[in-house]
């Protein structure tokens, strides 16, 4: 896959997840996000490890946007004021 229509694809999910006006695209987006990491980054006991050259580059690239852009999200969005911490779809997305 082409690695501009990749990461704006991921953006368009994160700009999803940071909206709280709506809770269930918000949690949808973050469950989303969630399986991504699961599935794309390696165990972190495997991260030292010698991967196979074709799937390294793919990993160090998603490894740096969910650094980059994934982690400070998962701030950035408890703290908003709108953010509502006693509606049970927030508190799944705080939780992620």
């Known amino acids: 896959m082409n690695r501009a229509q990749f990461e704006a694809v991921l953006d368009s ?6 909206d709280t006006s709506d809770a269930v695209i918000e949690k949808l987006a973050f469950s989303v996000l969630n399986k991504m990491v699961v599935v794309w980054t390696p165990p972190f006991d495997q991260l030292a490890v010698a991967q196979d050259i074709s799937t390294r580059g793919f990993d160090e690239a998603f490894g740096q946007y969910v650094t980059e852009h994934l982690l400070p999200v998962c701030f950035e969005v408890p703290r908003k004021s709108e953010f509502d911490f006693t509606d049970a779809q ?7």
Do not use: C, E, F, P
Request: zero cysteines; aromatic letters at 16%.
């Open 13 to 18: 999910i994160v700009q999803y997840a940071i």
């Open 90 to 96: 927030s508190r799944l997305v705080n939780s992620w």
